[in-house]
C-alpha cells in the first residue's frame, strides 16, 4: 500500500501542469467569469477527478515494479521509488572466479557502458530504457562475505518506470541482478 501511494503521488506530480493548464482555459472560456459552478467545479471536482485518474498509472506502476523484481529475485519494497538503491546480492564465492565471471558478465551487456574496476569494486553506467539515459552503477565484492554489494543512482532525464519519473533506479537493479545471475539478499537504506 506504502509502495502504491507513492506512485499515486509521483503520478498525481505529473498531472499537476496539465490540470492548471485546462483550469486556466476553462476560466478563459468562460469569459473570466466566476459563478459559484464554475468555482466549484474548479477547485473541488476537477482535482478530485484527476487524483482519481492518476491511480491509473500509478497502478501500472507498481505492477511494473512487482513484475522487474519478481523476474530478478529482488525484494520490493515502498523504497523502490528512490533514486538511491543499494542492494546486497546473492554471496559469491571468490574461489570460484564468479567477481570475474560477473565483469565479464557486465560488460557482454549491450545496456553497459563505460565499465571500469579496480581490485574489488566495479564502476559503470547502465541504461535502465531503450533510450541514451543511463544510471550510475557500482558493485563491490566483499572477500570475508563473498557478499556483492550492487550500489545504483539515478542519471539525467530518465523517465523512470511506466513514465512516473522516479523508479529507474530500481528497474535498473533488476535488470543488473537478472544480467549477472545475481540475486538479492538484502536491501540497504
Do not use: Y
Amino acid at each position: 500500500m506504502k509502495l502504491l501511494m507513492a506512485c499515486w503521488r509521483a503520478a498525481a506530480a505529473k498531472c499537476v501542469a496539465p490540470a492548471l493548464t485546462l483550469t486556466v482555459l476553462d476560466f478563459v472560456n468562460d469569459g473570466f467569469t466566476f459563478t459559484w459552478k464554475s468555482v466549484t467545479e474548479t477547485v473541488v471536482f476537477k482535482p478530485l477527478m484527476w487524483g482519481i485518474l492518476s491511480l491509473g498509472p500509478a497502478a501500472f506502476g507498481v505492477w511494473s515494479l512487482r513484475r522487474r523484481a519478481d523476474a530478478a529475485g529482488i525484494a520490493l519494497s515502498a523504497d523502490a521509488l528512490e533514486a538511491r538503491q543499494t542492494h546486497v546480492l546473492r554471496p559469491v564465492p571468490f574461489s570460484d572466479g564468479r567477481q570475474e565471471r560477473v565483469r565479464e558478465e557486465l560488460l557482454a551487456s549491450e545496456r553497459a557502458f563505460l565499465v571500469a574496476g579496480k581490485g574489488h569494486e566495479i564502476h559503470f553506467r547502465w541504461r535502465p530504457g531503450r533510450g541514451k539515459q543511463s544510471v550510475w552503477g557500482s558493485m563491490s565484492f566483499d572477500e570475508p562475505s563473498g557478499d556483492v554489494v550492487l550500489d545504483v543512482r539515478d542519471g539525467e532525464g530518465l523517465l523512470g518506470v511506466a513514465g512516473l519519473g522516479k523508479g529507474s533506479s530500481f528497474a535498473a537493479v533488476c535488470q543488473i541482478a537478472g544480467a549477472t545471475g545475481l540475486q538479492s539478499g538484502t536491501a540497504r537504506g
